[in-house]
């Protein structure tokens, strides 16, 4: 699912968005930053994650090229950043402001699509909390590939199974369910 | 949370948008359903919910007095309604066209201010998605008060403890603690 079509449009909706890279690794933001980003994605691979009281990691979302990721909690109630963001590849991201989306120089269609936008990412994260309250475990990886269809092979098996908030063992049951099933 | 002010503001997003009024415990959309429907609470109280393979529900909101209910994957992704709407209490509501959100008609603010909505939407479904997943249940009922402040009196322990993904033993556990310390 591609949020934006092209860069440009980031530049159209924001014309003082920056380029920024970052290597494989690197942490972009962490829960506790002052300043919550929002960030495109051009060209590479980003992924959002909380570390719970336990120490433990829960991947939120991932981003690969033509996706927006950012903590929209933080940004709209102005609360605490609480998702960490790292980079899975070297990474290009232009930076811009989330407020630009509706800002007094676009023009009504702009305006439109970038709503429009917004409601998609609902649609996927009702999906998404849908997901994790009921459905087998089968069925959430099928929507990670249907969500992600360009990602199985550019992310480790383990941040699959973290996602899916199955361990990496059931993950590669259900991998080789899917291979005899022929689907 | 309320996310609309007044009933006058969907007549203005969608001037056709139709009143009509419930019975407690009436079911307004099933899964399966064809025409997902977009559904303002003038009064009164609406829960949506999935049922999953093996039976079981699962609360995905509740919405009080001036919160809007939907089913954002179906509307967005065409795909079949998945969650049932049902009323917790004689509800009468405005049901109007998700569309007319951004449509010609509408001011240059409206517009915005529909947007703004949307996105204050994702931030409560982000946080819903992290409660989920990495927090601990008293956490969780936290975020249920601060969420939904007027509702504890209005909806049944065990309906509070299945959107909290608890069992009613642990949510009483929680609320004992939380009266002693005094919180």
Redesign the interface.
């Known amino acids: 699912m591609k949020e934006i079509e092209n860069p440009r449009d980031i530049l159209k909706i924001d014309p003082s968005a920056i380029v920024k890279t970052y290597k494989k690794g690197q942490i972009i933001q962490r829960a506790g930053d002052n300043k919550p980003q929002t960030i495109f994605v051009n060209q590479g691979l980003l992924r959002s994650y909380?570390?719970?009281?336990k120490g433990?990691e829960?991947i939120?979302t991932f981003a690969p090229e033509n996706w927006i990721v950012g903590?929209?909690?933080a940004?709209?109630?102005n609360e605490p950043i609480?998702l960490f963001i790292d980079c899975l590849e070297d990474t290009e991201v232009l930076i811009f402001d989330n407020n630009s989306?509706?800002r007094e120089g676009l023009s009504?269609e702009d305006?439109?699509k970038?709503?429009?936008m917004?409601?998609?990412?609902?649609?996927?994260?009702?999906?998404?909390?849908?997901m994790?309250?009921?459905?087998?475990a089968i069925d959430r990886y099928q929507y990670f590939l249907s969500t992600y269809p360009e990602l199985p092979n550019r992310i480790p098996q383990r941040m699959i199974a973290t996602f899916l908030?199955i361990t990496p063992q059931a993950l590669s049951t259900i991998r080789s369910k899917i291979a005899k099933s022929g689907n």
Do not use: C
């Open positions: 909380i570390i719970d009281t433990k829960h939120f903590d929209a909690e940004l709209e109630f609480k989306l509706f009504r305006i439109s970038n709503a429009r917004l409601y998609r990412r609902l649609g996927v994260l009702q999906r998404r909390v849908l994790l309250m009921g459905s087998p908030g």
